[in-house]
């Protein structure tokens, strides 16, 4: 009876001490471990994925596709991070929206402005607004097989006036002016409209080798000569002075983390929200959810969507 | 506190008598002592490994609340089913053995602290661990319920096993339902998705 009654007071006090030692110990040497993690340079990894469109971006239950909001976010939460000395931007992107990437572009050099660097790593494409968003940075590194280039813009239109026809639509509109119904898809674009919008796209375009002259140090007159809308591979366009290295996402880390005078393997930090629980709860309706899961599973190129923005995209880019 | 610790010790060595024992004489106050402290216990070791720091307090009062609760409600289902079953016997009397038998959470303790040691493997050892100490309870939980209604071992797994088997049919249903609500809703969406205008500027 009596060895009994030891045994367990021996076990409970064993019990007892283990738990003491290893919660309370733990959590001072977890503590201990953090304050120097957070205070030890790092270098962020933001990334850019598909195509560029402006706004908060969509929110399925599997991941979020974020828009120019999102990532504007990212980039200002690293800028404002001390701990981390420059910012790596994966592009894998085909381009999308002109005035979405310009907004990007726009406080990717505040951001160097004010003295931290931003390196472009290229992955599969970074093409026409990718490529936009590439030449604000300080370096670039593709793949000697990425897809780039692309530089220039076009508005997408379509004519669908025959097929109205053809299945018994008649469309009207009753107007407050010649051109409130410019890239109406019902009838053709008149000369005036056509000159109108060739106007725009000429004007954005312009902004868009002007990035590049600036961005790549490169003569505008050289880079309307490559900006005529085609699309390179990494070693062509390291040849025209479009990339500066060859190399993957580690190469450019690696370079980075020499630029900032890290030594030795540079800690990351990864930006981007890929937690379903939180998808699935901020979705509050639930046909918003499932219209968000159904338009993701959709795969239309950037002319299909219903939009007549400019774009800044390959023709077939996806 | 030296009969507690005696029970204790019986109901890892020789759990069926210490099962009859603690029926017959156990007290429900120290049951709902021993609950609280082993789930205190385990908690506390468990936040320490996986690194949650702040909010700590509030997650252990949490799950104390909740395990609590666990306790009580799952004696009271049993309750209900052994006695449709012909059982005979008193709520109190398995909530003392139940309580009781929250003792084991306590044994997974000793292989934190192995772990901690030893770190290859760890992991492993502990999962393992806490796979048998679970396995152990779900068993001297059937033996409880036999010993405090009377009945055959049979009918005490039948007992143990019904709540999992009605809340696995519900989840079930719940999934046919679910799905029809998102077919129905699917079709309200593709219907608004063809009546499509240009945007205008």
């Not at chain 1, 919660?23 to 993690?37: E, L, M, P, R």
């Not at chain 2, 997974?108 to 992991?123: E, N």
Request: hydrophobic residues 45%; aromatic residues 6%.
């Amino acid at each position: 009876m009596m060895r009994k009654k030891v045994i367990m007071a021996l076990f409970l006090l064993i019990v007892v001490a283990t738990v003491a030692i290893l919660s309370f110990g733990t959590n001072s040497k977890k503590a201990g471990k953090s304050a120097t993690a957070n205070t030890q340079d790092k270098l962020a990894v933001i990334y850019v994925e598909g195509v560029i469109t402006g706004g908060r971006g969509t929110t399925n239950m599997l991941s979020e596709t974020g828009g120019t909001d999102a990532l504007i976010k990212q980039l200002h939460q690293a800028a404002e991070d001390p701990s981390i000395k420059a910012i790596v931007l994966r592009i894998n992107s085909p381009g999308g929206s002109s005035t979405a990437t310009q907004e990007v572009g726009e406080e990717m050099k505040k951001i160097r402005d004010k003295g931290k660097p931003i390196v472009t790593s290229m992955g599969d494409m970074a093409a026409s607004g990718g490529y936009w968003l590439a030449a604000c940075s300080d370096k670039i590194y593709a793949n000697p097989t990425t897809l780039t280039g692309s530089i220039g813009v076009y508005m997408p239109y379509s004519n669908w006036e025959e097929l109205y026809k053809k299945i018994g639509i008649h469309q009207e509109k009753i107007k407050s002016g010649e051109h409130k119904d410019i890239l109406s898809s019902d009838r053709p674009m008149t000369e005036k409209e056509r000159v109108i919008l060739q106007t725009i796209v000429n004007e954005i375009y312009e902004g868009f080798v002007a990035v590049v002259a600036e961005g790549r140090h490169l003569d505008v007159a050289k880079v309307r000569q490559i900006a005529d809308g085609r699309i390179y591979t990494g070693n062509q366009a390291k040849e025209l002075g479009l990339v500066d290295e060859l190399g993957n996402l580690y190469d450019a880390i690696d370079g980075t983390a020499k630029m900032v005078g890290i030594e030795g393997k540079p800690k990351l930090k990864e930006y981007g929200n890929n937690n379903p629980l939180k998808a699935l709860l901020s979705a509050s309706d639930k046909a918003e959810l499932l219209k968000n899961m159904l338009l993701q599973m959709q795969t239309l190129p950037a002319e299909q969507s219903h939009s007549y923005v400019p774009m800044v995209v390959p023709e077939n880019g996806r | 506190m030296g009969n507690t610790l005696e029970l204790l010790y019986d109901l890892i060595t020789k759990p069926k008598e210490a099962l009859q024992q603690i029926h017959q004489t156990g007290s429900l106050r120290r049951a709902a002592e021993i609950v609280v402290l082993s789930t205190m216990c385990s908690s506390l070791i468990a936040c320490s490994q996986v690194g949650i720091g702040g909010g700590k307090s509030l997650l252990l009062l949490m799950q104390i609340i909740g395990t609590l609760l666990v306790w009580a409600i799952a004696a009271a289902i049993w309750h209900i089913i052994a006695e449709m079953l012909g059982g005979q016997g008193k709520v109190k009397r398995l909530l003392t053995t139940t309580g009781f038998i929250y003792f084991l959470q306590i044994l997974v303790v000793p292989f934190y602290l192995i772990s901690a040691i030893l770190p290859a493997g760890g992991f492993f050892l502990i999962m393992l661990s806490g796979f048998i100490i679970f396995v152990w309870t779900c068993v001297l939980n059937i033996f409880a319920i036999a010993e405090v209604y009377q009945l055959s071992g049979g009918k005490a797994v039948l007992i143990y096993l019904m709540p999992w088997i009605v809340f696995i049919m519900i989840t079930i249903v719940l999934m046919f339902a679910i799905g029809g609500v998102i077919m129905s809703t699917a079709g309200e969406i593709m219907n608004e998705e063809l009546l499509i205008n240009p945007p205008m500027f």
